[in-house]
């Protein structure tokens, strides 16, 4: 029957003659049928919102098509593919990127004018997918562009939150959260497949059992919770591939609890069923901080098992052999959150496909690989034994196992060397027991990765010096990079006819080492006068979306200076502040005459609080007391402005790069692993004011040093200076704008009493009362490049002809052939 059913189809498919239009009457047509009968609208009555909705159902048709004949075709070829198994990913929102990347966008555009809409209108009404806390979750996203668009066969899985990020409103200067229902509305861009599921099991005992002989270890777990995939498309740009990234949600199971309703409790057992659903509820708001949580390691293993179950049947459908395995599959895991993934391999292998123990871990050592990035020994994740034992006993057995044999192989290089060895251990001993998460990674992947030059080397002599000293080849430099998809030609449409227009292709959209070619026009007097509008026009809109936010009425001719990223100590959004009180001080003691010398300035700051950071919290509140001073203040009038955006997020991002001046990147050096807001910055043409951190350093070696105004103390001198504890003596000016904020300058004066003791002699550990004096000189030097004009035109066409090298293609290019040994598979359609 099954036969027929597909002859059928064939033959229906060839009567369809292919594929769906995309002409500008079809394209009306199939939007106002989605208004009729997916919005359940009717055609002559719907708004904005549902006019986005069934635009979006039109789209979704168009990669569902896609994504189908890729994935028959990856099927068919059967390459070696790539599984990105990360817990967070940031999408933002997709309607634009997917017109753009399935080449269709002027069609839309045309089809929505003749039906009296507009394009740009529809695509504001989409919320943003905010799975993920910032950087990490961000560059999760650029990958999968970079995946889609280089045609590599890949993956990705994650887990899909009800609850993502949340939403951050701003009463009275405090920040507050709320919940990001981002479902609510439902999700056009998601495929729910309610027949592909898999039972993830936790809790339970271990028993020994006799099999052929052979004793062996079951696990006998004590609930049972289903994974349901959601598929959401990836489309590349310029190819008609279009991945998966498949996101599991909770569901109560159908296994364990027939007994509940036998004993008659139907109520409570409903109830107790739809518990199981909390495991995918929220995202941990927190980047850097563990907290050894159970639902935490529960959301862990929860994603890790199904798309290992999802990952092996596919494996199954063709290969009958393990031996195969590392030659049909690799498995990146996005920093340690997913690293439980390793011993649930070890167990599928040993305990259900039987396989011996050296055998099976051999296989696990040559599929994983991981990204590390956390800077910090602190940063890195630990789960109490206890929690592990009691969440998933067999596991914590398994990785005493690997732990012993690593001991065993270690005591062979470093015999009596105990220290070393408990350094190395992935058992930590101490007050809480617990399982090192790096340890368990290092000791298994093929190749470790840093995001940044700055970053590996931290890795190789600080963190993971011992690990470095036994395997010196594991530990590789990846250099993040963001997708100048989604960075310049969504977010920046008339930057990118620019340099189309310019380099004479289009190509450099997919192909971005073209864009240096810019360096050769970076000069020439008509290049400036469209780089200079389209800057502007950028700011204006800008500069309208802050009124309408804040009230703050901005001038066109200020130099926007932007810091946007999240609120943390060391990332020194502290530093801006003191840097604006500072600011604001001179002009208040200036007369007339000097007054007209100073550049006029737009401080922006935009970022996200940790719900329990109290210190960032307070930073935020600081922020919103002195924009409130000092733009009420008549003597200041348009020479500064301090403005707070709320909620950023990815779309947030999308409006304020384009238009900003100037970008700060302030953390104390070594604390940044890579950044990658500097890079988006960079693309668009904004100057860089930052210190030798992270990827500063290596944009400062593409750009040249003049183009970027970099500040501070180095990595290297970092520790001798926090040892020799600087003074707040180092710098009277220093001193001077933390007394202001002390003394109630700004209003309270109690609440901020603590936020001033962190920076004070003795305290600053992120040394900002060393790195003042600094600052000041790199922020005084941006006023002089700014009162230049045509200079300052030059450096920002120059940082845009020399971002190539932080496209994340040239990242996905590094991973594939060092670390994942994949090639392309593209779909010849
Ligand atoms: C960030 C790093 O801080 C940043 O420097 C880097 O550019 C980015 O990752 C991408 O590599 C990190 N985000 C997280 C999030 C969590 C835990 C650790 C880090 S490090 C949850």
Not at 206 to 215: A, F, Q, T
Not at 430 to 454: E, P
Not at 459 to 465: E, N
Not at 579 to 604: A, L, W
Request: aromatic share 10%; hydrophobic share 40%.
């Amino acid at each position: 029957r099954k036969g027929g059913l597909k002859a059928k189809a064939e033959k229906m498919f060839g009567l369809m003659d292919g594929f769906l239009k995309n002409d500008s009457v079809s394209l009306q047509k199939d939007i106002l049928d989605h208004v009729e009968f997916t919005v359940a609208r009717s055609r002559f009555n719907f708004d904005d919102f549902e006019a986005y909705q069934a635009l979006a159902h039109s789209v979704r048709d168009r990669l569902i098509e896609r994504w189908h004949d890729t994935h028959q075709y990856f099927k068919k070829k059967d390459p070696k593919r790539i599984y990105f198994l990360s817990l967070e990913f940031l999408m933002g929102r997709s309607l634009t990127n997917s017109v753009i990347n399935l080449g269709i966008q002027d069609q839309y555009a045309d089809a929505l004018t003749q039906l009296g809409f507009d394009f740009e209108i529809l695509a504001e009404q989409e919320g943003d997918a905010a799975l993920g806390n910032g950087g990490l979750a961000r560059f999760a996203a650029c990958q999968m562009d970079s995946l889609a668009t280089l045609d590599y066969p890949a993956w990705g899985y994650g887990l899909r939150y009800q609850y993502g990020l949340f939403r951050q409103i701003i009463v009275d200067g405090f920040q507050h959260e709320q919940p990001d229902f981002w479902l609510n509305f439902g999700n056009p861009w998601e495929i729910e497949r309610v027949h592909v599921s898999y039972p993830v099991k936790f809790y339970g005992t271990v028993e020994e059992e006799v099999l052929n002989g052979k004793k062996c270890k079951i696990w006998i777990p004590g609930e049972s919770v289903e994974a349901v995939a959601y598929d959401n498309p990836i489309p590349g740009y310029g190819t008609r591939n279009a991945i998966n990234l498949r996101l599991w949600a909770a569901k109560p199971s159908d296994q364990y609890d027939m007994e509940s309703y036998t004993t008659g409790d139907y109520i409570n057992a409903i109830v107790n069923r739809q518990k199981a659903e909390t495991i995918s509820n929220v995202l941990y708001p927190d980047d850097r901080s563990y907290q050894g949580k159970e639902l935490r390691l529960k959301q862990q293993y929860f994603f890790v098992s199904a798309s290992l179950q999802d990952i092996i049947r596919r494996f199954k459908d063709l290969h009958k052999n393990f031996d195969e395995f590392p030659e049909k599959i690799a498995l990146q895991i996005n920093d340690t959150h997913p690293s439980i993934s390793i011993a649930e391999v070890m167990r599928v292998l040993v305990d259900e496909e039987h396989l011996d123990w050296s055998k099976a871990w051999g296989i696990a050592c040559r599929i994983f690989s991981v990204t590390i990035h956390a800077v910090q020994p602190e940063g890195l994740e630990k789960i109490p034994v206890d929690l592990l034992g009691s969440v998933l006993p067999r596991h914590l057995e398994i990785i005493y196992e690997i732990n012993f044999r690593l001991m065993e192989e270690l005591k062979k290089s470093f015999d009596q060397d105990y220290d070393r060895l408990s350094r190395m251990s992935i058992i930590e001993e101490g007050a809480v027991k617990s399982i090192r998460m790096a340890n368990l990674s290092l000791a298994c992947c093929h190749t470790v990765n840093g995001v940044s030059r700055v970053h590996l080397e931290t890795l190789k002599t600080r963190v993971f010096k011992d690990f470095y000293e036994l395997w010196p080849l594991k530990f590789q430099c990846k250099t993040n990079g963001v997708t100048q998809r989604r960075w310049i030609v969504v977010s920046n449409p008339s930057l990118c006819s620019i340099i189309s227009k310019w380099l004479g292709t289009e190509a450099w959209i997919r192909n971005v080492d073209l864009i240096a070619g810019l360096r050769e026009y970076a000069k020439d007097p008509d290049l400036h006068t469209e780089w200079k509008n389209m800057k502007k026009v950028n700011k204006m809109r800008l500069a309208e979306y802050i009124e309408t936010l804040t009230s703050v009425k901005v001038s066109l001719d200020a130099m926007f200076d932007v810091q946007i990223k999240r609120i943390h100590e060391y990332k020194r959004q502290l530093l801006n502040i003191l840097g604006i009180i500072h600011r604001y001080d001179c002009i208040k003691n200036m007369d007339e005459s000097d007054k007209r010398r100073v550049v006029p300035r737009v401080c922006i700051i935009g970022g996200k609080a940790a719900p329990g950071y109290e210190v960032a919290k307070k930073i935020i509140k600081l922020c919103h007391a002195v924009a409130d001073k000092v733009n009420s203040d008549p003597d200041i009038g348009d020479l500064l402005k301090v403005v707070f955006i709320p909620d950023y997020n990815v779309s947030v991002a999308e409006l304020v790069i384009p238009g900003s001046d100037l970008s700060q990147h302030l953390s104390t050096a070594g604390h940044e692993a890579s950044g990658t807001g500097c890079m988006k910055f960079l693309m668009n043409g904004c100057l860089l004011l930052a210190t030798a951190d992270g990827s500063a350093v290596e944009i400062a070696e593409e750009i040249g040093e003049p183009n970027m105004f970099l500040f501070g103390a180095k990595v290297d001198e970092v520790p001798a200076l926090r040892e020799k504890g600087t003074t707040l003596k180092g710098s009277l000016q220093f001193a001077r704008v933390v007394r202001m904020v002390r003394d109630g300058y700004f209003g309270f004066k109690d609440y901020f009493k603590s936020l001033c003791d962190t920076v004070e002699d003795g305290g600053d550990f992120y040394l900002l009362g060393h790195d003042f004096a600094s600052y000041l000189e790199a922020q005084a030097a941006a006023d002089r490049a700014f009162v230049d004009q045509e200079k300052w035109t030059q450096m920002s066409i120059l940082s845009t002809a020399g971002s190539g090298k932080f496209s994340s293609d040239r990242t996905i290019e590094e991973y594939a052939e060092q670390s994942w040994g994949i090639e392309p598979c593209k779909c010849p359609f």
